[in-house]
T-cell receptor
């Protein structure tokens, strides 16, 4: 079993829809990261969370430390949001390391 | 703002050749991490450096080596290349352990194709 699991693996949406991507992890963490990877490979860090909730534009990330669960929400989705969204955690046993989830491939159609 | 710079962006090598990938972290970051991402795969941690010393080692083949220099840039040296080494290699930088305010910053990656 992977230490970080995401769902769904693939997601399609119509422009304007509200999107939720979930991440569950099984290790103690010092931080959780949501990353965006566009075709061609470049990775962009969206959020770093250790508690609560963060918002940036149309993106909202929440984390529940007790339940070891985080969600990434996209409001009013747009075709340019199409990308792979990756959840990664910094485990307490080695905070230098990132453990990556398998990613969620999102496609938003006009 | 300056980002993590990787060079080259694309590289094509033949089997058994060598390759050197470079990573320049953003200013203030003292830790560099290398990851390998095969087609359709999760990124796999290879190796990390903190203050020019290796801080952690993952699934890095013995044919690969890396180091961090006094200006904090890092180079990943890959020898006796195999077809299976074809992947996206990206690096990330942080202040020690990603605990700094900036978290991790990722480079755009070097796409290596071995033919």
């Amino acid at each position: 079993k992977n230490e970080v699991e995401q769902s769904p693996q693939n997601l399609t949406a119509q422009e304007g829809e509200f999107i939720t991507i979930n991440c569950s992890y099984s290790v103690g963490i010092s931080a959780l990261h949501w990353l965006q990877q566009h075709p061609g490979g470049g990775i962009v860090s969206l959020f770093m969370l250790s508690s609560g909730k963060k918002k940036h534009g149309r993106l909202i990330a929440t984390i529940n430390i007790q339940e070891k669960h985080s969600s990434l929400h996209i409001t009013a989705s747009h075709p340019r949001d199409s990308a792979v969204y990756i959840c990664a955690v910094s485990p307490i046993y080695n905070t230098d390391k990132l453990i990556f989830g398998t990613g969620t491939r999102l496609q938003v159609f006009p | 703002a300056a980002g993590v710079i990787q060079s080259p962006r694309h590289l094509i090598k033949e089997k058994r050749e060598t390759a050197t990938l470079k990573c320049y972290p953003i200013p203030r970051h003292d830790t560099v991490y290398w990851y390998q991402q095969g087609p359709g795969q999760d990124p796999q941690f290879l190796i990390s450096f903190y203050e020019k010393m290796q801080s952690d080692k993952g699934s890095i083949p013995d044919r690969f080596s890396a180091q961090q220099f006094s200006d904090y840039h890092s180079e990943l040296n890959m020898s006796s290349l195999e077809l299976g080494d074809s992947a996206l290699y990206f690096c990330a930088s942080s202040q020690r352990g990603g605990r700094g305010r900036d978290g991790y910053t990722f480079g755009s990656g070097t796409r290596l194709t071995v033919v």
